[in-house]
């Protein structure tokens, strides 16, 4: 069924599919949303995409859509929606809206009544025969919000069922109850770093793929709609090629939350639709799971615009839902951390407008003053505008979000109106996420659980592949902010644990990437087996991306060997091996084609990643301070740039050397060079020693490190020497005496002519 099709079924024709009496139009499929955002994030507690009126504080354009009456009349008007703020009492009623019919706003003011969804009613109104006009007109900009509207010619109010797609919907809809039908040999559900990764891996080593996301963009939490940057080391540890993929799709953001344009939604979706073997679902919701035998046998998901259900099956099955969704519906064996959890973030900027701009005044908002809240410097909230700790992750994420959406709007109000006003009177909102990004919530269960003390020792499994270089990094609510509010404080802190190399990373073992107990289950992202503390260091998004990796790997494994992922583990793990020490970028059509490496492969990384910093191998002559012997208390920077390679080195311990041994590629006189960055804490008075290995010649050169060197990249002469061919030069950086720190970096020989 074609999109045209789908239009027409569920926007303009649903009279005519029933009966003339009842009329239902689901806002979602409004054929134009106008300004209100498409909002599909809390389905599976309230059953439903619904239309948001997001607007910051200034009422969005008309959302319209028109409908096709057989028999004019007079019709009862009902709109499920909410007053979003009733549940806390809260004063005023900022969800305010109205429906107009054919350019007539119908007396009733939508949004004011019931702290749950229910249908609230909008008295009797007049419908013509034929087309007729609706739309919804936003009266505040405040988060109004509208999942259906029902017309009838009966007294009677429609169902109140929060079930997805019950049977009444499904009826009015015009569903077809035998669903579409979509096979695949992989489908993966969650389009965020670890489902992209999944899917991606998966299709270039030959698996047919279902990348299934219930939103309009890929990327999760990082995303333009969440606008968390992309964190955990890639390309480095046991595997260096495990990341490379997720190097091709992740963020360049200067800051989290950054710009939409530096979230790059486009080159993700772009990146997918390239391969050939991978269908992309966009805003497509899985909500149930068919099993048999401890198996998944398909996954169902609808169309959050139109409705219509497709059917996936196949062997292969990939929960990247970050909720552990799939498997939670599978049976899957699963925990989720009673006390102490993390929470969901919504974050947000401002900016200074060029002349005074005013905010509405925001009643109903959390009651804050300036001193109740971390000021949002560099005109943004970040990632510790958190609540929800020990709420329900799943059931109430609504509640979560909007608790966090009246701290927000509660603190602008202190900006604006309150005891900050004096100081922000050209500020304005840019931009509130209305998407959460949740960290915590439920973990499936793997032969290995990982916990905090395997990472700690790091416990040596013979399947760990993902590197982890993230701190064990958990948050708790900050004291200092929960005094107001201590049932649901919304400024987080994060306590990062010790153990975790940052930069060659703990290999986290394939056993926590498959189900125990679902056989053709496979998990990527923080749903994975972990404990509460392990997922501490797992949680961020490159690190899940790379899961997805692995993932999408052992999958084609298990298509050409017919076997589980559990059998990857026991029979294939050198198959597994084998592929993850592939470059990202290789390929083949299906599972059982030749593997071929394209030209434009990455380099392969070193245990400890990439390099950052100038290549030394464009650079004739130079040896990098990692192949430099020190000797004393030396420290790692990256701080000043540029550099060679991973960054320099550094030291004030008087008994700290550190020596380069450079060789003559032919016989000639060579100006010797040594690489720095100046800093008004570096030495003054350094010592370099140039000699030859013969001792020949020596000779002494004292530098002062807080000046510019004399040419690029921090090149500075330490002397000129004359060298036969072959012949080898130590230059050896002394700290004793050099009234600052001295800053290795690399050294090189010059030929003169």
């Given at each position: 069924m074609?999109k045209?099709l789908?239009?027409s079924?569920?926007?303009l024709?649903?009279?005519?599919l029933?009966?003339?009496?009842?009329i239902?139009?689901e806002t979602e499929s409004?054929s134009d949303h106008g300004?209100?955002?498409?909002?599909t994030?809390?389905?599976?507690?309230?059953?439903?995409?619904?239309l948001?009126?997001h607007?910051?504080?200034?009422p969005?354009?008309?959302?319209t859509?028109?409908i096709?009456?057989?028999?004019g009349?007079?019709?009862?008007?009902?709109?499920r929606?909410?007053?979003w703020v009733?549940?806390?009492?809260?004063?005023?009623q900022?969800?305010?809206?109205?429906?107009?019919i054919n350019?007539?706003?119908?007396k009733?003011t939508?949004?004011t009544?019931?702290?749950?969804?229910?249908w609230?009613?909008g008295?009797k109104i007049s419908l013509k025969?034929?087309?007729?006009?609706?739309?919804l007109?936003?009266?505040?900009g405040?988060?109004g919000?509208c999942?259906a509207i029902?017309?009838t010619?009966?007294?009677?109010?429609?169902?109140?069922?929060s079930g997805?797609?019950?049977d009444?919907?499904?009826?009015?809809l015009?569903?077809?109850?035998?669903?579409?039908e979509?096979?695949y040999?992989?489908v993966?559900?969650?389009?965020g770093?670890?489902?992209l990764?999944?899917?991606?891996s998966g299709a270039?080593m030959g698996?047919r793929?279902a990348?299934?996301?219930?939103?309009?963009?890929?990327g999760?939490?990082?995303?333009s709609?969440?606008r968390?940057w992309?964190?955990?080391?890639i390309?480095?540890g046991k595997?260096?090629?495990?990341?490379e993929?997720?190097?091709?799709?992740s963020?360049?953001a200067?800051?989290?939350p950054?710009?939409?344009e530096?979230?790059e939604?486009?080159k993700?979706?772009?990146?997918?639709r390239?391969?050939?073997?991978?269908?992309?679902?966009?805003?497509?919701?899985a909500?149930k799971?068919e099993?048999a035998?401890?198996?998944?046998k398909?996954?169902h998901?609808?169309d959050?615009?139109?409705g219509?259900?497709?059917r996936f099956?196949?062997?292969?099955f990939?929960?990247?839902?970050?909720h552990g969704?799939i498997?939670f519906?599978?049976g899957?064996d699963h925990?989720?951390t009673?006390k102490g959890?993390m929470?969901m973030?919504?974050?947000?900027a401002?900016?200074?407008?060029?002349?005074?701009?005013?905010?509405?005044?925001?009643?109903?908002a959390?009651d804050?003053?300036?001193?109740?809240?971390p000021y949002?410097?560099?005109?943004?909230?970040?990632w510790?505008?958190?609540?929800?700790?020990d709420k329900?992750p799943l059931g109430?994420?609504?509640?979560?979000?909007?608790?966090n959406?009246r701290a927000?709007f509660?603190a602008?109000?202190a900006?604006?109106?309150?005891?900050g006003a004096?100081?922000?009177?050209?500020?304005?909102?840019?931009w509130v996420a209305?998407?959460?990004?949740p960290?915590e919530?439920r973990?499936?269960?793997?032969d290995v659980?990982?916990?905090?003390?395997d990472v700690?020792a790091?416990?040596?499994?013979i399947d760990?592949t993902v590197p982890?270089?993230?701190?064990?990094?958990l948050h708790?609510p900050?004291a200092?902010?929960a005094?107001?509010?201590p049932?649901n404080p919304f400024?987080?802190?994060?306590?990062?644990?010790?153990?975790?190399?940052?930069?060659?990373?703990?290999?986290?073992p394939?056993?926590c990437?498959?189900?125990?107990?679902?056989?053709?289950l496979?998990?990527?992202?923080?749903?994975?087996s972990?404990?509460h503390?392990?997922?501490?260091t797992?949680?961020?998004m490159?690190t899940?991306?790379?899961?997805?990796?692995?993932?999408?790997?052992?999958a084609s494994i298990?298509?050409?060997?017919?076997?589980?992922p559990?059998?990857?583990?026991?029979?294939?793990?050198?198959?597994l091996?084998e592929?993850?020490n592939?470059p990202?970028?290789?390929?083949?059509?299906?599972?059982?084609d030749?593997?071929t490496?394209?030209?434009?492969?990455?380099?392969?990384?070193g245990?400890?990643?990439?390099?950052?910093?100038l290549?030394?191998?464009?650079f004739?002559?130079v040896v990098d301070?990692g192949?430099?012997?020190f000797?004393?208390k030396?420290?790692?920077?990256q701080?000043?740039?540029?550099?060679f390679s991973?960054?320099y080195q550094?030291?004030?311990d008087?008994?700290?050397?550190?020596?380069f041994t450079?060789e003559?590629?032919?016989a000639g006189?060579?100006?010797?060079?040594?690489a720095y960055?100046p800093?008004p804490n570096?030495?003054?008075s350094?010592?370099?020693?140039?000699r030859t290995?013969?001792?020949?010649?020596?000779m002494?050169t004292v530098?002062n490190m807080t000046?510019k060197p004399?040419y690029e990249?921090?090149?500075?002469?330490v002397?000129r020497i004359t060298?036969?061919k072959g012949q080898k030069?130590l230059?050896e950086?002394?700290a004793?005496?050099?009234k600052g720190?001295?800053?290795?970096?690399?050294a090189?020989?010059v030929p003169?002519?």
């Open positions: 074609n045209l789908i239009t079924l569920f926007v024709t649903p009279a005519l029933l009966k003339a009496d009842r239902f139009i409004f300004g209100w955002k498409l909002d994030q809390f389905i599976r507690e309230m059953g439903s995409p619904y948001l009126a607007g910051l504080g200034k969005v354009k008309d959302a859509t028109t096709e009456v057989k028999e009349g007079n019709y009862q008007l009902f709109a929606t909410k007053d009733a549940r806390w009492g809260a004063k005023g900022p969800g305010r809206f109205q429906i107009i350019g007539t706003p119908v009733t939508f949004g009544k019931g702290a749950e969804w229910d609230q009613g008295g025969r034929g087309k007729n006009t609706l739309a007109r936003d009266l505040t405040f988060n919000r999942d029902y017309l010619t009966f007294k009677e109010v429609p169902p109140n069922d997805i797609l019950p009444w919907r499904r009826e009015m015009g569903i077809s109850e035998k669903p579409l979509k096979k040999d992989l993966v559900v969650g389009g770093y670890s489902g990764g999944a899917a991606i270039r698996c793929v990348l299934i996301q219930n939103r309009a963009v890929l999760g939490n990082g995303s709609e969440v968390v992309a964190m955990g080391k390309r480095r595997y260096p090629r495990i990341g993929i997720i190097e091709e799709i963020d360049k200067t800051k989290s950054g710009t939409y530096e979230f939604d486009a993700k979706e772009r990146i997918v390239a391969e050939e073997n991978i269908d992309l679902f966009l805003n497509h919701h909500f799971v099993t035998e401890n198996r998944i398909a996954v998901a609808f959050v615009r139109y219509q259900i497709t099956s196949g062997p292969l990939v929960d990247a839902t970050g969704t498997g519906l599978a899957a925990e989720m009673p959890r929470g973030s919504n974050m947000w401002w900016a200074n407008a060029p002349t005074e701009a005013s905010y509405p005044k925001t009643p109903w959390l804050l003053n300036m001193a109740d809240f949002p410097r560099n005109f943004h909230g970040q510790f505008w958190e609540s929800g700790y329900d109430d994420a609504e509640g979560i979000r909007d608790w959406l927000v509660g602008f109000n900006m604006k109106n309150r005891d004096d100081k922000h009177k050209n500020a304005i909102l840019t209305f998407i959460g990004g960290r919530s973990r499936l269960l793997g659980v990982l916990t905090e003390e700690v790091k416990k040596d499994f760990g982890s270089t993230w701190s064990i990094d708790y900050k200092q902010y005094k107001k509010f049932d400024i987080s802190y994060a306590v990062h644990g010790k153990g975790v190399d940052r930069s060659y990373g703990y290999p986290v394939y056993r990437f498959y189900s125990r107990n679902i056989e053709n496979f998990m990527a992202g923080r749903c994975i972990v404990t503390e392990a997922l501490g797992v949680r961020v490159k899940c991306g790379m899961m997805g990796e692995v993932v999408g790997r052992a298990c298509i050409k060997r017919d076997c589980l559990r059998d990857v583990y026991k029979s294939y793990l050198d198959d091996i592929l993850i592939l990202g970028k290789a390929r083949r059509a299906n599972v059982h030749k593997i490496i394209p030209s434009d492969a990455m380099e392969l990384a245990p400890h990643g990439a390099p950052n910093g290549d030394p191998k464009k004739p002559g301070d192949k430099a012997l000797k004393g030396w420290n790692k920077g701080g000043l740039k540029p550099y991973y960054g550094y030291s004030s008087p008994e700290s050397t550190a020596t450079l003559a590629p032919k006189r060579y100006d010797t060079r040594i960055q800093h570096r030495g003054k350094v010592s370099v020693e140039v290995g013969d001792q020949t010649t020596k002494i530098v000046q004399s990249n921090g090149f500075h002469s002397g060298l036969r030069v230059v950086l002394s004793k005496g050099s720190n001295v800053h290795v970096d690399a090189r020989l003169v002519d």
